[in-house]
């Protein structure tokens, strides 16, 4: 584990754009784990930019989202993770939308608990992930694996926590428009099919959780981060300082 200290999350954001733009400049069919949220606007702005600047040709990348909303009223579908990918990358580059992946279609209803093993499948056939971007939930989820999520966990339907719907409503009007299920690549996939992987927690809400992974011994179902404790190829960007 290699953690990297960015005074300004800016430089963090312009940094992980350009390992992105260069892994896609030196692999062209390169397969990226993208997260969204807050997090993330910013980095994917900066590889639009660089895209832009250095011509890069996108129209072999393959892209797997870890997660989406589930059953989600038709109003409301500015809030998919669809909508926001579109809005916040794909829609700027040429990536060939046949290559882009979501775990589900936030339109549908699913049982909490139904599993998504076709996109587990899909992400091993494809020889897995080069480079997985996480972002931290303060409650310590990684995707949508809230706490108690098991170490063995794929793709799946799960309840999501209310610390993570208070968080995410700031996006939506009312904290009662904010789905109650996603859908989301599970800890076991995360591990399993990542080369390398990126977790970008800024912010003193993130501390606690992130302390939890720094400090932990092993998995901790009560902090599901604490997985990629024993991951190798894992960086960490933070803006947060520990003893
Ligand atoms: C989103 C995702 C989540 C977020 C996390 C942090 O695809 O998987 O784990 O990365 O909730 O969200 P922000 O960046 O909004 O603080």
Redesign the pocket.
Known sequence: MEIKYFLKKEKAFELMAKIIIEKVIEKPNVVLGL??????EKVYENVICLSKIKNVNFSKVFTFN??EYVNLKQELYKNS?HFYMDNNLFNFININHDNIHFPCNFQNNYNSGELFQDYDKKIHDIGGIEIQL????ANG????NEPGSKIDSITRCIELSHT?IK?NSRYFQSINDVPKKAVTMGLKTIIDNSKMIYLLAFGENKRDALKRLIDSKGFDPNYPVTILKNFKNLIIFTDLKFN
Do not use: K, R, S
């Open positions: 997260a969204t949220g807050g997090t993330f870890l997660d993770y996480l972002g931290l939930g989820h990684i995707g949508f993570t968080d």
